[in-house]
């Protein structure tokens, strides 16, 4: 829809220009044209001209490259009317304008280069009470021009008020108004072409955006009455991005097509930089001609592009194509009608540059493709992103399933990893008390006290297992309950008293069922050795903690004395199972007498379950 619309706009613009010889219509009767006038023209550094002068020739065709002062003597009718007006269609580019030896207006200061009147149409309110009715009247126009800048005095019109003012309007819209809404409209696309470049780093916005800032320039000049820069280091600036923009459109019209070609990138910017020094050498040496060749230079690479532009829609059929070569043709045409009837033969003034409007729909055009090519590309990084948020969401499946299936291989090896050490457990130590008891019972001569006691030691080796399955869930101190459960029945039968101090005990994270068996085997394999061997009265087992936060366990007798057992298969059994917790066991002399049993365990938090002995 932007591209047809965009494309009926150019037709219109097309027929518009083709019908526009002079921008001003034939006004009504009472307004006179004023086409020649007696001038006293000081061109600097020449002879000074005197005589009848046509105004619709440039000064800067009579004296190219130079400056100087022209005095205008225009005759007006007498008045007819009280609301007399005289319309400048150009004037500058200082002035100072008298009317029967009455100063009416000064424009500028005479010789001030930092002022430009000939930017814009004046429209001047001559008073009833200075012009004379009876007779003719007396209009002194004295400017001051300076070199390559379109002074001089243009064709007036003199006429009531009421005719004269729409001519006027029309002339302020087609040259200050429009260039306004130009300027503008370039900095807003220039602005947001140059955020696209800088996030996306691609050439076409880049080439847009400088396009743009130049072009931007150009139209600046055409406003603004005071340059920003000494006169004629600005008008280089102008005439040099003037170039460039030009230049810059023929390579973007290219690059959106796709059909840049290194020998055409090459071809554009030499177009480029030879305008652009042309331009600069032609206000640095005062020669006009040379500004000249390098807006000739722009010619033909404009044909070129249109040419490639048309061969393109005439193969895609692609509507921005078509749109493009037809915008491509009125450029050519009115940077034709630019060079040759406006710059190298006359400007009345009326004749205005066509290039500046034309260039301007163009700068639409591109506009609606960087517009287009960037929501394309949102539209594709959608698809990327809704496309690359399914994989992610298959990939999740897919992990998910794996997981699943690698938790039931764990879950499974976790138990047959238990299978296992109950087994283990279970042929280690009442396996192994059963075969004991059997040979002891095939003995010829049985001491019924060590088979109950080999059977209660197998009992408990059971129980002990059992009780290791059940779930403890960090809490040590019931661990140790269950285990005085079953020590206690044992060591009362033994004759030995017990003595039970339980200390603050930490919660155990990761205490698993074979840490738990461990850690009681531990602590059963001293009682067994204490009923054993110690000859004890007392027992006592004391769990606590001290400073350093590890768990300390102690099985204390008052028997014998430790040298008994260091070396035998129990306690190499209970430093194997200390071993495998991580933790110190110590085995030494108590105060006054008997043995200690001392198991450190500096427990980590959510550390590993340990290996089997």
Same mark, same amino acid.
């Given at each position: ?235 280089? !600036?102008? =005439? /040099? %991005?003037? @170039?460039?923009?030009?230049? +810059?459109?023929?390579?973007?019209? $290219?690059? &959106? #097509?796709?059909? *840049? ?16 020094? !042309?331009? =600069? /050498? %032609?206000? @640095?040496?005062?020669?006009? +001609?040379?500004?000249?060749?390098? $807006?000739? &230079? #722009?010619?033909? *690479? ?18 921005? =194509?078509?749109?493009? @070569?037809?915008?491509?043709? +009125? ?7 630019? #060079? ?274």
């Amino acid at each position: 829809m932007l591209q047809r619309l965009l494309f009926r706009s150019l037709l219109r613009l097309a027929l518009a220009l083709a019908g526009l010889g002079t921008l001003l219509p034939c006004a009504a009767e009472p307004v006179r044209e004023i086409d020649h006038a007696w001038a006293r023209l000081q061109p600097d550094g020449a002879a000074v001209v005197e005589g009848e002068r046509d105004l619709g020739r440039r000064w800067d065709l009579d004296f190219p490259g130079l400056g100087g002062r022209a005095l205008y003597r225009v005759v007006l009718p007498p008045r007819t009317r009280d609301d007399m007006a005289l319309l400048f269609s150009r004037l500058g580019n200082q002035a100072e304008i008298r009317l029967n030896g009455v100063t009416l207006r000064r424009l500028g200061v005479l010789d001030d280069p930092t002022y430009d009147a000939s930017k814009a149409p004046q429209l001047l309110q001559l008073p009833a009470a200075l012009l004379r009715a009876d007779g003719p009247n007396e209009l002194m126009i004295e400017v001051s021009i300076q070199r390559q800048r379109w002074g001089g005095l243009s064709v007036m019109h003199y006429g009531p008020e009421a005719e004269v003012r729409p001519m006027f309007d029309r002339l302020q819209d087609w040259r200050q108004t429009s260039s306004t809404v130009f300027a503008a409209s370039l900095a807003i696309m220039g602005g947001l072409a140059t955020l696209l470049w800088w996030r996306q780093r691609d050439a076409l916005y880049g080439v847009f955006a400088l396009s743009a800032w130049l072009g931007m320039v150009r139209n600046i000049d055409q406003i603004q009455p005071e340059p920003w820069l000494p006169w004629p280091v600005w008008g280089a !600036l102008v =005439a /040099a %991005s003037y @170039a460039a923009h030009l230049a +810059l459109i023929c390579q973007f019209t $290219l690059m &959106a #097509l796709g059909r *840049l070609t290194r020998a055409m990138t090459w071809g554009v910017w030499g177009v480029l930089g030879s305008a652009a020094l !042309l331009a =600069a /050498a %032609s206000f @640095a040496w005062a020669e006009p +001609l040379l500004w000249t060749l390098g $807006l000739a &230079a #722009l010619v033909p *690479l404009g044909v070129v592009t249109v040419i490639i532009v048309a061969q393109e829609a005439w193969t895609s059929r692609r509507t921005i =194509a078509l749109v493009l @070569a037809a915008a491509g043709v +009125l450029a050519v045409v009115a940077g034709v009608h630019d #060079l040759l009837w406006v710059r190298s033969v006359h400007s009345t003034g009326l004749r205005l540059t066509w290039m500046t409007h034309v260039v301007f729909c163009f700068a639409l055009i591109m506009a609606g493709l960087v517009a287009d090519r960037f929501s394309r590309s949102v539209a594709a990084l959608r698809a990327s992103s809704d496309e690359l948020a399914a994989r992610v969401r298959q990939r999740e499946a897919e992990l998910r399933s794996a997981f699943d299936a690698l938790e039931v291989q764990q879950r499974q090896r976790a138990v047959a990893e238990e299978r296992q050490r109950i087994m283990r457990e279970l042929h280690d130590g009442v396996g192994a008390h059963l075969v004991g008891l059997m040979h002891l019972v095939q003995r010829p001569q049985v001491d019924r006290g060590e088979v109950e006691q080999l059977a209660r030691t197998a009992l408990d080796d059971m129980r002990v297992a059992v009780d290791s399955l059940q779930g403890a869930e960090g809490d040590l101190t019931t661990v140790l309950a269950m285990l005085r459960h079953r020590l206690e029945p044992r060591l009362k039968a033994a004759g030995l008293s017990l003595a039970w101090e339980m200390g603050d005990l930490p919660e155990t994270d990761g205490l698993s069922p074979q840490s738990v068996l461990h850690v009681q085997r531990i602590v059963l394999e001293a009682v067994t050795n204490v009923i054993r061997h110690a000859q004890a009265h007392s027992v006592t087992i004391r769990a606590e903690t001290d400073l350093l936060g590890a768990v300390v366990l102690s099985v204390v007798d008052d028997g014998v004395g430790p040298g008994r057992a260091e070396g035998g298969l129990g306690v190499r059994n209970m430093r194997s199972r200390a071993q495998a917790l991580g933790a110190q066991l110590d085995i030494e002399p108590a105060s006054p007498a008997g043995t200690r049993v001392r198991l450190r365990w500096p427990r980590p938090a959510n550390s590993a379950a340990p290996h089997a002995p």
